[in-house]
């Protein structure tokens, strides 16, 4: 069973910054440093939307326009973990958080293209 454990998310002000991690275990999952690996963010009423993605070697990134700048993804191989390094956080930023792991060493935006997912990590940005 693959997993993914989402961490580092919590309340911040506008302005501030958040590092989020996501270790992937499990006993068949030996494909971390295979995977492309993407984190996607979905607020309360809206659907999930994609932020960041980052290919198996870290050489391809990919980020949505509207966190280009700020955000910061990253990936240690070793330790089966990807970041996501959130800085200038604005309110609109506020979502819960998912990590999610693409069979392919390719990066990608759409969603449907991941394969395991981890349970999410809320961020609340106040104004």
């Known amino acids: 069973q693959v997993q993914l454990v989402e961490s580092g998310g919590g309340l911040v002000q506008a302005g501030g910054s958040l590092r989020l991690s996501c270790a992937a275990s499990?006993?068949?999952?030996?494909?971390?440093?295979?995977?492309?690996m993407g984190w996607f963010r979905q607020a309360p009423g809206k659907e999930r939307e994609f932020v960041a993605a980052i290919s198996r070697t870290g050489a391809d990134i990919v980020y949505a326009d509207s966190v280009k700048g700020r955000f910061t993804i990253s990936r240690d191989n070793p330790k089966n973990t990807v970041y996501l390094q959130m800085n200038s956080l604005k309110p609109e930023d506020t979502a819960v958080y998912y990590c999610?792991?693409?069979?392919?060493?390719?990066?990608?935006?759409?969603?449907?293209?991941?394969?395991?997912w981890g349970q999410g990590t809320q961020v609340t940005v106040s104004s």
């Open positions: 999610a792991a693409r069979p392919s060493p390719m990066t990608t935006m759409q969603e449907r293209l991941y394969r395991y």
């Open positions: 499990g006993g068949t999952y030996s494909t971390f440093s295979s995977d492309a």
